[in-house]
């Protein structure tokens, strides 16, 4: 029996499905057992995601006045990065891992084995980003792009990673006739994670990696952060919530499965184009770019698949999960049909190095990743605490200030990238002028993040009332209009 | 019974691949480079490039501490780019440049120029024909510049790093370091800007950074190189 039918009480479908394996009351029970834990990952990880936002609004402003709140620990250079690294480490893993754990649970159909580790875990991973950015404020900062945390705050982050990813490892088992997509995503990520980040750090500290080789290492683990750890648990969740709020199953199992192992593949050779034309080898950016062309396939393939999941169901137009999912996968579509363009050579060369790959890294993690997340944690959360969500005034607000300020900063940062790409690539136009045209584009980033930051904070609310257990009564979920369909 | 068995042997094959491809293999071509140099009766000359040390060192330190590296790359693109015709550098850079460094700074994003070369003489950053001669950029230049970019020409967005300077109360004879800085800018009277020893060390770096020694495996050098009149 595929999971999907398994789950489809959870829609509270008038009739109860009798063949469910598990009753409501066996599933209440497992939710209850993973909440603190699951709280724990999002209650951290949203404090993370303020923090971030709050950085991300000063860094945007310091594009237009280029000395605001310049002190040694807050100028540019160092902020930048910091604003970074909370999103991805802190906000979007730590979201990630929550609704990993309440996914591992809920499709093994028992309660996680070793959650007390994992909150431990939990904890060591914070530690250890707070360190990596303390380190950063304090001029502590490693050389390489995307490796900016010293491998000292690494080092703690993997430790509460080994715990965790072990809670997880253990805990899982499969209980259908095939392992479901939505664990398989899921599993693969985390594996990933832990691999990656141990192996890159490792490497790093061999003697022999240094020079160009050290960012190669450094680029291949943040890649890998991105695409092989963020992008398959937002696709695994998604392959999770869909099914569940349109109560039909996936529409095509092979489909998905097949693209899963395209996309594992591909995936994990699209890190090196950054630095093409420059001093890496020519077969090593060529083979990179043509996989980010390439990776178009698998990508499509399980949007497609999880579109045509929803066919002809209301529930996904009302239902916040599957809207914030959805617009998700929306965005993740433009996203990776823009990297496919941005590494065509001849593109490549224009946009490289300006703000157009911000604008695709921006689509890919607060367009698909975040929204996906939101879209898991809005089904997540009544089911660990009993209640509904209590305004659906307050989820518009969020989704609207999410969507808009999201799509709206991308499209600052992608059109200032072609603008002052196209103007660098004439050697003729100073610097002076490179400079005018991208900074066109700097006050509609501070604008979008203001909106992006409205919404952020609007859930926080929602998410704080909704763990103290503040809702609507249980059994009819909050949706954005009140369209019951029966 | 659980079917999820060939999962993991897959995805470490997939892991294996990518870290294999996209590292080991590059690692296997570029991890034997050594320094360049001329051999002549056993005797080694020319050595390019050279092991960082001194001053410069100290100078790469603050370079990556202050976050430089996340408005300037150290990258000089060959092939149809314009970066050697903007001036930036005679040829584009390889991997051999970088060999001496245990982790480069080379930078993900072009919001400042390019500084490769930045010690260059024949750095620029404005088009050859640009009416108003380019300044030098010597020591005091850059002092000046990392003091405050608005006072070496309009319209910057670098931020100015202030932090890395003392404003002090002229006691005696004035410093010879003091920053010549135009009127609207300087410290009030009595009192004089100086570098600190951070300051001095960031400006050896950047002096420092000239890799236009030829390699061969970075091609001829363009006619763009040419040395300014």
């Known amino acids: 029996m595929t999971d999907a039918v398994a789950d489809k009480a959870q829609i509270r479908i008038p009739a109860p499905d009798k063949a469910a394996q598990l009753s409501a009351v066996d599933r209440a029970q497992i939710d209850a057992s993973v909440r603190p834990l699951v709280l724990w990952f999002f209650t951290t990880g949203l404090l993370w995601l303020l923090v971030s936002t709050s950085l991300a609004v000063v860094n945007a402003l310091q594009l237009v006045f280029p000395d605001f709140l310049g002190f040694s620990f807050s100028n540019f250079g160092r902020l930048s990065p910091v604003a970074s690294v909370t999103f991805s480490y802190g906000w979007c893993s730590m979201a990630a891992m929550g609704v990993a754990a309440w996914l591992i649970s809920r499709l093994s159909s028992r309660p996680l084995i070793g959650k007390t580790v994992a909150t431990l875990g939990a904890v060591l991973w914070n530690v250890g980003l707070l360190l990596g950015v303390i380190s950063i404020l304090t001029g502590k900062m490693s050389a390489l792009t995307g490796l900016e945390m010293p491998s000292s705050a690494y080092a703690v982050m993997l430790s509460g990673l080994g715990l965790i990813a072990m809670c997880f490892l253990l805990s899982f088992r499969n209980t259908g006739e095939k392992v479901s997509i939505a664990a398989m995503f899921v599993i693969a990520g985390t594996c990933w994670l832990g691999w990656s980040l141990f192996a890159g750090n490792l490497l790093l500290a061999t003697n022999g990696v240094n020079g160009v080789i050290a960012q190669l290492v450094a680029d291949w683990t943040n890649s890998g952060f991105v695409w092989m750890w963020l992008v398959p648990v937002s696709l695994g969740s998604a392959y999770f919530v869909i099914p569940k709020v349109t109560g039909e199953p996936i529409f095509s199992g092979p489909l998905g499965r097949g693209c899963f192992w395209l996309y594992i593949f591909v995936a994990g050779l699209t890190g090196s184009a950054r630095l093409a034309g420059g001093p890496i080898p020519v077969w090593l950016s060529s083979l990179s770019a043509s996989a980010a062309i390439l990776l178009l396939v698998p990508v499509f393939g399980s949007i497609y698949n999880l579109i045509a999941s929803c066919r002809g169901s209301r529930r996904t137009a009302n239902s916040p999960s599957a809207r914030f999912t959805l617009f998700g996968l929306g965005i993740f579509f433009s996203a990776v049909l823009l990297n496919a363009v941005g590494s065509l050579r001849s593109v490549h060369y224009m946009v490289q190095f300006t703000l157009f790959d911000s604008g695709v890294a921006a689509l890919v993690l607060n367009g698909f990743v975040t929204m996906a997340l939101f879209g898991a944690i809005y089904f997540i959360m009544p089911r660990i605490s009993g209640c509904e969500w209590l305004s659906s005034t307050l989820i518009s607000i969020h989704f609207l200030g999410a969507a808009y300020g999201t799509t709206m900063g991308s499209l600052m940062l992608v059109f200032s990238g072609l603008a ?67 | 019974m659980s079917r999820s068995g060939f999962l993991f042997p897959i995805l470490l094959i997939a892991f294996a691949t990518s870290l294999g491809v996209t590292v080991l293999i590059p690692h296997a071509q570029l991890g034997a480079l050594t320094p360049d140099f001329k051999e002549e009766d056993g005797l080694v000359s020319d050595v390019y490039p050279n092991v960082p040390g001194g001053l410069a060192e100290v100078g790469r330190q603050v370079y990556v501490s202050e976050g430089c590296q996340t408005c300037h790359t150290q990258i000089v693109r060959g092939g149809d780019s314009a970066d050697v015709d903007r001036g930036w550098g005679s040829r584009r850079t390889v991997a051999r440049d970088h060999v001496t460094e245990h982790t480069p700074v080379l930078g993900a994003l072009r919001l400042g120029p390019d500084l490769s070369n930045v010690g260059s003489e024949k750095w620029r950053n404005e088009p050859s024909d640009d009416p108003y001669k380019p300044a030098k950029r010597d020591a005091s230049w850059h002092l000046k510049h990392l003091y405050n970019p608005l006072a070496m020409g309009e319209g910057s967005i670098m931020p100015s790093y202030k932090h890395l300077f003392l404003v002090r109360k002229i006691t005696g004879t004035p410093s010879p370091d003091a920053l010549q800085l135009p009127k609207a800018m300087s410290a009030p009277t009595g009192s004089e800007v100086v570098p600190t020893p951070e300051a001095k060390a960031l400006v050896a770096y950047l002096g420092s950074l000239d890799r236009s020694h030829p390699l061969k495996e970075a091609g001829k050098a363009t006619a763009a190189t040419t040395p300014k009149k």
């Open chain 1, 420 to 486: 002052s790409g196209a103007a660098l690539d004439a050697a003729n136009t100073s610097f002076r002028q490179v400079l005018e045209v991208g900074s066109s584009y700097y006050w509609g980033r501070v604008i979008s993040f203001i909106l992006v930051g409205l919404g952020y904070a609007a859930f926080t609310l929602h998410f704080l009332l909704m763990a103290l257990r503040v809702g609507q009564p249980g059994g009819e979920p909050t949706l954005f209009r009140d369209a019951h369909e029966h």
